[in-house]
């Protein structure tokens, strides 16, 4: 008959059980376990890092691409009079040509105004229509016409209370705009009672004008005319006729979008 086994032993080899020395299979598991989280945790701490690496390429190349865009702006503010976020449009001369042109003072053109019997004086000689960053010297004053800015007066009912460049208003008078002016001999009343219906009207703008010959005056692209003020019945003929009329050479362009001050 063969002897029992001995405690602490489960069978006839005496290999150790659940109750064995420490250290054996379960301590060599755990430690493996350890390791494995200690190696989780580096590679969870170089992909941050490379997280952060990327994130600070892409904020020097975005601050780059920015100061370069910026600069550009600024260049083109410059060179279109101040104008800041605001549409250019590109124009071709009569004769296919690119109508832009250079820095430096422009001629206006020439011609001489004769006056219907409705009292409207509309313009007799060349009113070119090239584009220019130039001053230009207009023959007439308010202008009715002639080389301008590549970019607009704002002439949605926009009313002014400082000078506006005459080359932006020359073409917000290409798109069709009436241009209202007057000067300092204008009654307060009449500019105040003008400017509430400038308001009101798209394709018109206003604005003073200090040099011109009489206190408040009408111009649209070629026609102009005097009112002696903003009871003048002769007002509410004029905007019927020349608020995108058809004098307009560009009929339907935008009178948003561009120098708004």
């Not at 020097?60 to 503010?77: D, K, M």
């Not at 798109?175 to 400017?195: C, E, F, P, Q």
């Not at 006729?241 to 004098?247: D, L, M, N």
């Amino acid at each position: 008959m063969a002897p029992a086994p001995q405690p602490g032993t489960s069978g006839p080899t005496g290999t150790a059980g659940p109750t064995g020395v420490p250290g054996a299979p379960g301590g060599d598991q755990r430690r493996a376990h350890r390791e494995e989280l200690r190696r989780a945790e580096q590679a969870r701490q170089r992909r941050n890092r490379l997280v952060g690496i990327a994130a600070s390429v892409a904020v020097v190349a975005a601050l780059t691409v920015g100061g370069v865009l910026f600069v550009h702006a600024q260049t083109a503010q410059s060179e279109n009079g101040g104008a800041t976020g605001t549409a250019v449009e590109a124009k071709s001369a009569p004769d296919g040509k690119n109508g832009t042109a250079g820095r430096g003072e422009k001629a206006g053109g020439a011609g001489h105004f004769t006056t219907g019997s409705d009292g409207v004086r509309t313009w007799q000689g060349a009113l070119t229509r090239n584009h220019t960053t130039a001053a230009v010297t207009y023959p007439m004053e308010p202008p009715v016409g002639g080389d301008h800015n590549p970019v607009w007066q704002n002439c949605n009912g926009d009313v002014y209370t400082r000078p506006v460049r005459n080359e932006h208003a020359v073409h917000a008078l290409e798109h069709g705009a009436v241009w209202v002016t007057y000067n300092a001999r204008a009654a307060k009343a009449d500019v105040a009672a003008l400017a509430e219906k400038v308001r009101r009207t798209p394709y018109t703008l206003m604005s003073p004008v200090a040099d011109q010959k009489d206190p408040i005056m009408l111009s649209a692209w070629a026609h102009q005319r005097t009112v002696t003020g903003a009871g003048d019945p002769n007002v509410d003929p004029f905007f019927a006729a020349f608020v995108q009329g058809s004098q307009t050479p560009e009929p339907g362009a935008a009178c948003t979008g561009g120098v708004d001050r």
